[in-house]
């Protein structure tokens, strides 16, 4: 374990709850970029489109670390900074959530509501579980099927998640702590005597 180590949620959680009519429904999910957490975003704002609101927030490491939260025509203050300061309060990183409101008839006031989105965060979250994480790139090899055997032996060996794709040439894909991958990159350049490429992102 380094330093770097940070804690985020372990896969998709959700929780669900009514408040005076009002339905709240809490979706966390890990994501490794801005581009993955505003995806996610807008993968359940498409998908509950019919709701009254769907109020968003993430943390994700980057340099420097990236935080966002909306209120999505709540009351200022009622929605995203609430659902932030969960996951801030957590030391969550790498994550976002989303939570769908629908509205129930009975005006719930800014107190009400940011108890409310807060404790749809905090049960999705505690739904998900927390892990400990360390910071992860990814090594895109590209190499000619003569190698590609050594290839994915070497990654296979190093025990990270990893794709194969059978093209004209083999591209593998694999997932690898930060510290990691620059002495994974030397490790195939030995093995194929140079002869593997790599894809910057």
Same mark, same amino acid.
């Given at each position: 374990?380094?330093?770097?180590?940070?804690?985020?949620?372990?896969?998709?959680?959700?929780?669900?709850?009514?408040?005076?009519?009002?339905?709240?429904?809490? &979706?966390?999910?890990?994501?490794?970029?801005?581009?993955?957490?505003?995806?996610?975003?807008?993968?359940? /704002?498409?998908?509950? /489109?019919?709701?009254?609101?769907?109020?968003?927030?993430?943390?994700?490491?980057?340099?420097?670390? &990236?935080?966002?939260?909306?209120?999505?025509?709540?009351?200022?203050?009622?929605? $995203?900074?609430?659902?932030?300061?969960?996951?801030?309060?957590?030391?969550?990183?790498?994550?976002?959530?989303?939570?769908?409101?629908?509205?129930? $008839?009975?005006?719930?006031?800014?107190?009400?509501?940011?108890?409310?989105?807060?404790? /749809?965060?905090?049960?999705?979250?505690?739904?998900?579980?927390?892990?400990?994480?360390?910071?992860?790139?990814?090594?895109?090899?590209?190499?000619?099927?003569?190698?590609?055997?050594?290839? &994915? $032996?070497?990654?296979?060996?190093?025990?990270?998640?990893?794709?194969?794709?059978?093209?004209?040439?083999?591209?593998?894909?694999?997932?690898?702590?930060?510290?990691?991958?620059?002495?994974?990159?030397? &490790?195939?350049?030995?093995?194929?005597? $140079?002869?593997?490429?790599?894809?910057?992102?």
């Amino acid at each position: 374990m380094t330093d770097d180590t940070y804690e985020t949620v372990a896969g998709r959680g959700e929780a669900a709850f009514e408040v005076q009519g009002s339905e709240f429904v809490g &979706r966390v999910r890990p994501v490794e970029t801005v581009d993955e957490a505003e995806a996610f975003v807008d993968e359940v /704002a498409t998908e509950f /489109a019919d709701a009254t609101h769907n109020v968003p927030a993430y943390r994700v490491r980057a340099d420097p670390l &990236r935080e966002y939260a909306s209120d999505d025509g709540e009351p200022t203050g009622s929605a $995203g900074k609430p659902m932030l300061n969960v996951l801030q309060m957590r030391e969550l990183e790498n994550v976002a959530v989303v939570v769908t409101r629908y509205y129930g $008839g009975t005006n719930l006031g800014v107190g009400g509501l940011a108890r409310s989105y807060s404790k /749809a965060v905090k049960d999705a979250v505690d739904d998900a579980g927390v892990v400990a994480e360390r910071p992860h790139e990814r090594v895109e090899a590209v190499v000619d099927y003569d190698d590609s055997g050594t290839v &994915r $032996g070497i990654v296979e060996s190093e025990g990270v998640e990893f794709d194969a794709d059978y093209g004209e040439r083999v591209r593998i894909d694999a997932r690898v702590p930060v510290e990691d991958a620059e002495a994974l990159r030397d &490790r195939l350049r030995s093995a194929t005597s $140079g002869r593997v490429e790599f894809d910057a992102e």
